[in-house]
């Protein structure tokens, strides 16, 4: 095609479809970020991670939809299709989210989880709605360059960052509402200049109904009327609410339980008498009590018999941080240990607001109660940029299980349950200072978080220049029924020391587990020699190596060879969490064998093999290469930037940003070999050099105020992003003369997606999030090989001497299926 030919045709794309895709785009992730918060909450935190997966196999399906009917979603319809099936993805978003919400209403009780589970597939569909219109325009329009891929990734970013804003003022059911009223209002934006009046209609009178719908209904949640909502979570019917808070992390919501008996986790005695409590959950699971105080310590006595106190009996502390408030009961308690200073450090803004404001009444406001301070702040973050100093740092069964909306594995609480994480709290400590937690314990059944957590200390201990000979002199355990508290420091106990203490937490009626003078058996006694190594942990059932930045998973110990033997009963909700991982690696490997190795062996009979196998594999790569740096950077520089939210509203948005930024400065015409080269080179420099410089800026600026931390990963991430978003409309320009097969190129991109999602999370809780960083590089690389071997294949074709003239018709037989495939 002649220059001026290509300029016409590139300009016959009308601004509309560029704004039309930004806004699908846009609403498609923010739909996918809803869907994730709901998974989490009626089921558990790991379905949450089925979300991404199902949102990548409706593109995928929607892609091969267009593939497969190419008369149906010709250029010409193509604002037609676009109209109609972005109707279909709002009508089928709000229904399916309906559905989900009220299939426990109308099925039996025995039979929800499993009707739930079914009706988590059901969600494929809107997502293949969303699939088929990004299809048509990225594939179908004249060829733009970058520009509409651009306009895609940059309307992901504000989607990403637009549901935060969203569920800080609506409910889930208004927020669908509205995104589907949006997404039927680009549909109508495109039919408005087409012919169909039908699809006008159709597009607008969606688009209004689900708008009234969503201001009624956020009017219905405000004011406190009947809605739609949460209805049944976990097994357990949500009535009785008096607070409801939803954000990207999790939902908040307190019940009233009356006059009982005081709650506690390990007591060595039950308390004669009642107290006013009100109960406050995260996701429908993990759970604590906000107590009712009065001002009258007395009454909170029985703090003293709880075992996650006990570090108050070992050096009685002046100055304490307590990480996590929850309901504020560790602030409660040292008030009744006397203790001068409190500072609790609160992540989540919604439990924040039910102790400052909503219940601070009932509560007493702690906030006001003399030498306590409370921070609405991630803990890590808090500390490591904070002059203040600690005799006590504890944390008390922090765990959420509430998957955040970056990713279905990636837990709020990840972050504090690393070697790093210790050594940035006993960094914190004044002499003699000590660091509290604790977990849950079986001696029976569950002893991997407490081995993991006395693994954690040696390594924590030993990097503080504690040596391994003196590792036992740091560190005490104590249990009371299903509870273990973890009490080390990084100054020894003296034996005076030790003697007094030991002497007070026996008469208070714990039982010593370690200490100085006390061995549990031989897994503790090893790690507490430094003689630890990769062997000896190798060897153990459980995985129960120290937990890293890098690897933060401590939840995690059930070996992945061992999870298919292991009895259904004996699974823990995190062991769960390993075993959906991996059956989301087969499903997915069985997903691409559907839409990528079958349709890939049909077209390998109709062209040639040196063809078809260079642009399926590089965009084969670019769909792993992309998901695996993503998740990777997500998880490493979520712990740097302190909280989960930063997750979507700078790591993920900046990749998103700048690779559309990336995107436009591809050109509509086929590049230079110069130029590719260039641009190869540059995406891969800046792959390593981001890869090698994370951990390093982890450290460095670890102490640095947050937006300074936000500015320094955005520079970070900025460069690699750029580069990475040139690679998907470089591979449409080089392969553009497939015309016919980039709707199939398409879909082959999302389902490898979908695999390196739930891939890459596997090999981070197995490998470590830096190596599968490494992997997505080396896709890169691969990318790399295959832009070089096929442009060496276009000149040897070019090279090559003009073949005689064949019959038209074997002429037409032998390019036909190359320019028109069959139907798959």
């Not at 790991?46 to 949102?55: Q, T, V």
């Not at 299709?81 to 109308?106: D, Q």
């Not at 008996?261 to 008498?273: E, H, M, S, V, Y």
């Not at 700048?658 to 436009?664: E, K, L, N, P, R």
Request: aromatic share 10%; proline share 4%.
């Amino acid at each position: 095609m002649s220059t001026e030919r290509m300029s016409q045709a590139i300009s016959r794309i009308p601004g509309r479809y560029y704004f039309a895709i930004f806004v699908l785009a846009s609403a498609t992730l923010s739909y996918q970020i809803l869907i994730t918060r709901c998974f989490s909450v009626m089921l558990y935190y790991h379905f949450a991670f089925a979300a991404i997966s199902l949102a990548m196999l409706g593109l995928t399906r929607g892609a091969m939809e267009v593939y497969n009917h190419p008369v149906r979603y010709a250029t010409e319809q193509v604002g037609v299709e676009f109209a109609r099936h972005a109707s279909w993805f709002a009508l089928s978003a709000v229904g399916t989210m309906i559905a989900f919400l009220c299939v426990p209403l109308v099925v039996p009780e025995q039979y929800v989880r499993l009707a739930l589970a079914i009706t988590t597939v059901a969600f494929v569909r809107p997502f293949t709605e969303s699939g088929v219109c990004i299809t048509l325009l990225l594939t179908r329009l004249p060829h733009r360059g970058g520009w509409l891929y651009a306009a895609d990734l940059a309307g992901a970013a504000l989607g990403c960052l637009g549901v935060i804003l969203l569920l800080l003022v609506v409910d889930p059911v208004s927020a669908t509402l509205g995104i589907g009223a949006f997404a039927a209002g680009a549909g109508w934006i495109v039919a408005r200049n087409c012919a169909d009046m039908r699809s006008l209609r159709i597009s607008g009178a969606v688009a209004l109904t689900l708008a009234v719908a969503a201001t009624l209904h956020t009017g219905l949640e405000v004011s406190g009327k009947g809605h739609l909502g949460v209805f049944w979570a976990k097994g357990v019917a949500q009535t009785g609410t008096l607070f409801e808070r939803w954000n990207t992390y999790s939902r908040v919501r307190v019940t009233a339980l009356g006059e009982t008996a005081p709650f506690g986790w390990g007591l060595t005695d039950t308390a004669k008498t009642t107290i006013d409590q009100n109960h406050l959950d995260i996701d429908a699971d993990a759970a604590t009590v906000i107590t009712r105080y009065d001002g009258d310590l007395g009454k909170l006595a029985y703090l003293k018999d709880d075992v996650i106190n006990a570090a108050y009996l070992v050096r009685p502390p002046a100055d304490v941080a307590v990480v996590g408030v929850g309901g504020g009961r560790d602030i409660l308690s040292g008030l009744v240990f006397g203790a001068r200073h409190i500072r609790g450090i609160e992540i989540n803004p919604a439990i924040f607001e039910v102790l400052t404001d909503k219940f601070a009444d009932f509560s007493g406001h702690l906030d006001r109660q003399p030498g306590v301070s409370l921070v609405n702040a991630e803990a890590r973050s808090y500390i490591n940029h904070s002059s203040e100093r600690y005799d006590l740092v504890q944390i008390s069964l922090i765990d959420t299980w509430a998957a955040t909306a970056a990713g279905g594995l990636t837990l709020t609480e990840n972050r504090l349950y690393t070697v790093e994480a210790w050594d940035d709290f006993y960094r914190a400590l004044n002499p003699g200072g000590l660091l509290s937690v604790s977990r849950w314990y079986d001696p029976d059944d569950h002893r991997g978080e407490f081995y993991r957590l006395v693994s954690i200390a040696a390594s924590a201990l030993q990097r503080r220049g504690v040596s391994a000979a003196e590792l036992s002199h740091h560190v005490v355990a104590l249990n009371v029924g299903n509870i273990i508290t973890v009490i080390t420091s990084p100054d020894a106990f003296t034996d005076t020391q030790w003697q007094a203490a030991r002497a007070r937490l026996l008469a208070q009626g714990f039982k010593i587990l370690l200490g100085p003078d006390v061995a549990f058996d031989a897994v503790t006694s090893t790690l507490l020699s430094g003689k630890a190594d990769a062997a000896f942990l190798a060897s153990l059932p459980e995985n129960i190596a120290a937990s890293t930045d890098d690897n933060p998973f401590f939840f995690y110990t059930a070996r992945f060879g061992k999870l298919a033997s292991m009895p259904s009963w004996t699974l823990t909700n995190n062991s769960e969490a390993v075993t959906m991982t991996l059956l989301l690696i087969v499903l997915a490997l069985c997903a691409c064998g559907y839409y990528i190795f079958i349709p890939f062996v049909r077209l390998a009979r109709r062209m040639p093999l040196s063809v078809l196998t260079p642009p399926v594999a590089y965009f084969c790569a670019i769909g792993m290469g992309f998901m695996l740096i993503e998740i990777s950077q997500m998880q490493r520089l979520m712990v740097f930037l302190g909280h989960p939210v930063y997750g979507l509203a700078v790591v993920l948005f900046t990749i998103l940003l700048f690779g559309g930024i990336g995107s436009a400065t591809v050109g509509a015409h086929e590049p230079r070999s110069g130029a590719v080269v260039a641009r190869v080179l540059a995406l891969l420099t800046t792959l390593v050099a981001a890869g090698l410089l994370t951990p390093l800026l982890a450290t460095w600026a670890r102490s640095e105020a947050t937006d300074i931390r936000i500015l320094w990963s955005v520079l970070l991430l900025a460069p690699p992003a750029f580069f990475m978003g040139m690679m998907f409309p470089l591979g449409l320009s080089i392969w553009r003369r497939h015309a016919d097969l980039l709707p199939f190129f398409w879909s082959v991109n999302g389902i490898t997606s979908m695999f390196a999602s739930v891939l890459g999370m596997a090999l981070s809780i197995e490998f470590g999030i830096a190596r599968t960083y490494a992997l997505g590089a080396c896709c890169y690389v691969v990318c790399a090989l295959l832009i070089a071997l096929s442009r060496q294949a276009n000149r040897m074709s070019a090279e090559r001497p003009v073949e005689a003239p064949v019959h038209q018709d074997k002429a037409a037989d032998a390019a036909g299926p190359v320019a028109s495939p069959q139907p798959l």
